[in-house]
């Protein structure tokens, strides 16, 4: 962990764009909760293939407009070098310095991955048209990634986003500190001095969670699973669990030198600021 401790940890929010006028309005409820907190920046998500494209160039105009630092996601799977030229000219335009370079996933119906089938590749393009004009944000996964063939292919997957010109990297969610220690190691090892950032997804709803998990590859620890299921529909108790166990999660990972701390939010700021508060006592900015 030695690479993480020159870094000044601070934290992040992840949202993404809504859908409705309704969704609209309390993402806009949230923000302001959060920024509160005097995040280092806002993400947005961007859907597969760039279904959500419009929606997301709106949620971060808004969210520039209001003075916050924004890193808009940005998925390469079935995008044209074209479209992603031109999505990253109108950020350029409007002042946008960051950038969250994404693999992403095939939209459903869609058989080819289109220009571009790597996150690496994404990453090389944006620095081979635009230079160093945006900071880099990529993707980790300290328990691999869940298409990846092996450990070290996935492991070498990372490493080409950093060698083409990746500035730091967000972790996939995990509750396994073990897991990020052993990754930011192995990175040490290979001469990857970048800041690699945990994220942190607060625990709300158990069969929301075992989906998403059972989609990303990160994996439940068996107690937390056996204990959360032992809840059944006791939602009240299985966000307090949740946020003992996250808290004491980022707690440990800041002490071990993290760089920072992201959350995934999705679209609530409850959870996020009940740790964030927790994480600082004394209301200390982030």
């Keep these: 962990m030695e690479s ?6 601070a934290f992040s929010f992840e949202l993404f764009p809504p859908q409705t006028p309704k969704g609209i309005e309390k993402l ?9 907190y005097n995040p280092k920046f806002f993400s947005v998500t961007f859907g597969a293939g760039g279904s959500t494209r419009e929606r997301t160039l709106e949620t971060v105009l808004e969210i520039q407009a209001e003075g916050h630092i924004v890193a808009p ?3 390469c799977i079935g995008s044209t070098q074209q479209n992603i030229r031109a999505i990253l000219d109108k950020y350029s335009q409007v002042g946008i310095r960051h950038i969250v370079a994404l693999r992403g996933d095939l939209p459903s119906g869609m058989a080819q991955a289109g220009e571009f089938r790597y996150a690496s590749e994404l990453v090389a393009f944006i620095r081979q048209e635009f230079g160093s ?3 880099i944000d990529v993707a980790a996964y300290p328990e691999y990634h869940p298409q990846a063939r092996s450990a070290q292919a996935d492991f070498e997957n990372f490493k080409r986003k950093i060698e ?6 967000i972790t996939q969610y995990f509750y396994n500190a073990d897991a990020y220690y052993h990754f930011v190691e192995s990175c040490d090892l290979a001469g990857l001095n970048i800041p690699i950032v945990p994220g942190i997804m607060p625990i709300n709803n158990f069969s929301q969670l075992i989906r998403f998990s059972d989609t990303c ?8 699973r056996k204990k959360l299921e032992g809840y059944s529909d006791d939602i009240i108790s299985i966000q307090a669990f949740g946020l003992d166990i996250v808290t004491d999660l980022c707690e440990r990972l800041l002490q071990a030198g993290a760089p920072g701390l992201h959350f995934y939010t999705l679209n609530s700021a409850d959870l996020t600021s009940i740790i964030w508060q927790r994480l600082n006592p004394k209301g200390n900015a982030a």
């Design 164 to 169: 083409t010109g990746a500035n730091s990297a």
């Design 4 to 9: 993480q401790k020159k870094f000044s940890p």
């Design 217 to 224: 590859g990160a994996e439940i620890p068996r107690w937390i």
């Design 28 to 36: 806009r409820l949230t923000r302001k909760q959060l920024a509160q």
């Design 133 to 135: 004009s945006f900071h």
């Design 73 to 75: 996601h940005l998925s």
